[in-house]
């Protein structure tokens, strides 16, 4: 049987030939764990676990601003964290950790000894603020957006606070009072 020209095949052959690669993957996967099949649609994983106390307090030894560590309902899981640099003028160190709210929306608290501008040029695109609230003896200038996520942030005189996510105003609003009204952390 004689093989025919490459100029012959089409899309036909393309399709006949990738579904043996495709049964592959699939079948890799499945003996990997790394997908499952839910009749009913995706249901919620596990939300990993993450010790803002421990990171936090590490965050306050090695960064040289004062750091808060909110008392957020007990109902929101923390779940992520991570440092990173805002470079430019008015940059410097931050720190961001991650809740899950019961509602099952990401909410994150962002700190930093940076300028107010240069935060929200690394974290919200050059965004502008155009509103403010005040929750307590704080003002929080709010970064709203059309299609974008809301983000709130304040002056804490040495360190600045970005809080965002896809919470709604309860969200934020909680969020800031609680860092708000705690105290920096000792290292």
Same mark, same amino acid.
């Given at each position: 049987?004689?093989?025919?020209?490459?100029?012959?095949n089409? =899309?036909?052959?393309?399709?006949?030939? &990738?579904?043996?690669?495709? &049964?592959?993957?699939?079948?890799?996967?499945?003996?990997?764990?790394?997908?499952?099949?839910?009749?009913?649609?995706?249901?919620? $994983?596990?939300?990993?676990?993450?010790?803002?106390?421990?990171?936090? !307090? /590490?965050?306050?030894?090695?960064?040289?601003?004062?750091?808060?560590?909110?008392?957020?309902p007990?109902?929101?899981?923390?779940?992520?964290?991570? !440092?990173?640099?805002?470079?430019?003028?008015?940059?410097?160190?931050?720190?961001?950790?991650?809740?899950?709210?019961?509602? @099952?929306? =990401?909410?994150?608290?962002?700190?930093?000894?940076?300028?107010?501008?240069?935060?929200?040029?690394?974290?919200?695109? $050059?965004?502008?603020? $155009?509103?403010?609230?005040?929750?307590?003896?704080?003002?929080?200038?709010? =970064?709203?957006?059309?299609?974008? /996520?809301?983000?709130?942030i304040?002056?804490?005189?040495?360190?600045?606070? &970005?809080?965002? @996510?896809? @919470?709604?105003?309860?969200?934020?609003?909680?969020?800031?009072?609680?860092?708000?009204?705690?105290?920096?952390?000792?290292?």
């Amino acid at each position: 049987m004689s093989q025919k020209p490459r100029i012959l095949n089409d =899309y036909k052959d393309l399709f006949w030939s &990738l579904i043996p690669l495709v &049964l592959l993957a699939v079948v890799f996967a499945g003996l990997a764990s790394q997908c499952s099949f839910a009749a009913n649609g995706p249901t919620q $994983g596990r939300i990993p676990h993450f010790d803002v106390t421990a990171a936090l !307090r /590490e965050d306050a030894r090695t960064l040289h601003f004062p750091i808060r560590n909110p008392a957020v309902p007990q109902d929101w899981q923390p779940n992520s964290g991570r !440092r990173d640099t805002i470079t430019g003028p008015g940059g410097g160190p931050l720190t961001t950790v991650g809740y899950i709210t019961p509602q @099952g929306n =990401y909410m994150q608290v962002t700190q930093t000894s940076g300028a107010e501008p240069a935060l929200a040029r690394h974290l919200l695109d $050059g965004r502008y603020g $155009g509103g403010s609230q005040q929750i307590g003896e704080q003002k929080w200038v709010v =970064y709203a957006e059309k299609g974008e /996520e809301t983000a709130w942030i304040a002056d804490f005189g040495q360190a600045r606070v &970005l809080i965002k @996510g896809a @919470g709604s105003d309860a969200d934020f609003r909680t969020l800031a009072q609680a860092v708000t009204s705690a105290q920096p952390v000792r290292p």
